[in-house]
């Protein structure tokens, strides 16, 4: 079992800019159905890097805690199966 789950992140608002919590993540891009394919990015030692698909910049911001994110309401939660 996975000791830790690593957050996905969706830019459903198209900002260009999205500070997040946390320096390992998925970009979804879009939400489904308009996702591109979930990619694993490191923000690395600058802290900072662009999603290859969607073009959406990634910065780590300290002063944000595990999951959140600014502009808020970008955590991308898989919808529970019915």
Same mark, same amino acid.
């Given at each position: 079992? #996975?000791? %830790?789950?690593?957050? $996905?992140? $969706?830019? +459903? *608002? ?7 919590g946390?320096? !390992?993540?998925?970009?979804?891009? #879009?939400? @489904? @159905?308009? +996702? $591109?394919?979930?990619?694993?990015? +490191?923000?690395? #030692? *600058? ?7 969607? *073009?959406?910049?990634?910065? %780590? /911001? ?5 999951? !959140? *994110? /600014?502009? @808020?309401g ?6 529970? #199966?019915?």
């Amino acid at each position: 079992m #996975a000791e %830790h789950v690593i957050p $996905h992140f $969706h830019n +459903d *608002s198209g900002v260009a800019l999205i500070e997040i919590g946390v320096q !390992e993540f998925m970009c979804v891009g #879009a939400k @489904p @159905p308009f +996702d $591109h394919p979930h990619i694993f990015i +490191d923000l690395g #030692a *600058s802290g900072e890097r662009v999603c290859p698909y969607c *073009s959406t910049v990634y910065r %780590h /911001n300290p002063r944000l805690h595990g999951t !959140e *994110s /600014n502009p @808020p309401g970008h955590l991308f939660v898989e919808p529970l #199966a019915a």
